[in-house]
T-cell receptor
Framework: QKEVEQDPGPLSVPEGAIVSLNCTYS??????FMWYRQYSRKGPELLMY????GNKEDGRFTAQVDKSSKYISLFIRDSQPSDSATYLC??????????FGKGTRLHILP | DGGITQSPKYLFRKEGQNVTLSCEQN?????MYWYRQDPGQGLRLIYY???????QKGDIAEGYSVSREKKESFPLTVTSAQKNPTAFYLC???????????????FGDGTRLSIL
């Protein structure tokens, strides 16, 4: 089983819809959870960072972590065409081992 | 503005040539990292450094070398021993905090390396 699984997409949704992006993981040692957004030909940009189970909200973005199920999600409300990008999940252990998902390509249709 | 600057944005390498990718940060971060990104694959760690004059191999260090002579700078050399160097190279940095929680990495905008 891979350490991190992330559906590569592409995921196409109409403007204004709620987007749900997900990653599953197998290693319970992961304690820190991040979501990055990457536009074409650019570096990943940190969107959300959390280290506890539950929800964390920042504007239109909500990160959700379920450590018991080893499942993390990123929700985007009121999606905009400018949200079209690749979204990477990243998981990190206390001793700094970090694993990135392969990314989900998201297209928001105007 | 604080950030991570990678240069050049595009780089071409001839067969048998070594090339060096630049990474500079003014975030006062202790740790710096180099990743390689290939289509359809996640980021793979090449080298990382948590303190000046010290660095560690990552998962795919063969064919690469680094130096960390200054806190702000972490250049990556792609040597002729790296037989498949065409990729998007990303530099990142982070705060090292052993007391509180791990701190996330922040990335530059990458260098795209191609073979002539």
């Amino acid at each position: 089983q891979k350490e991190v699984e992330q559906d590569p997409g592409p995921l196409s949704v109409p403007e204004g819809a709620i987007v749900s992006l997900n990653c599953t993981y197998s290693n319970s040692a992961f304690q820190y959870f991040m979501w990055y957004r990457q536009y074409s030909r650019k570096g990943p940009e940190l969107l959300m960072y959390t280290y506890s189970s539950g929800n964390k909200e920042d504007g239109r973005f909500t990160a959700q972590v379920d450590k018991s199920s080893k499942y993390i999600s990123l929700f985007i409300r009121d999606s905009q065409p400018s949200d079209s990008a690749t979204y990477l999940c990243a998981l990190q252990t206390r001793d700094d081992k970090i694993i990135f998902g392969k990314g989900t390509r998201l297209h928001i249709l105007p | 503005d604080g950030g991570i600057t990678q240069s050049p944005k595009y780089l071409f390498r001839k067969e048998g040539q070594n090339v060096t990718l630049s990474c500079e940060q003014n975030l006062n971060h202790d740790a710096m990292y180099w990743y390689r990104q290939d289509p359809g694959q996640g980021l793979r760690l090449i080298y990382y450094s948590q303190i000046v004059n010290d660095f560690q191999k990552g998962d795919i260090a063969e064919g690469y070398s680094v130096s960390r002579e200054k806190k702000e700078s972490f250049p990556l050399t792609v040597t002729s021993a790296q037989k498949n160097p065409t990729a998007f190279y990303l530099c990142a940095s982070s705060i090292v905090d052993r007391v509180a929680h791990n701190q996330p990495q922040h990335f530059g905008d990458g260098t795209r390396l191609s073979i002539l």
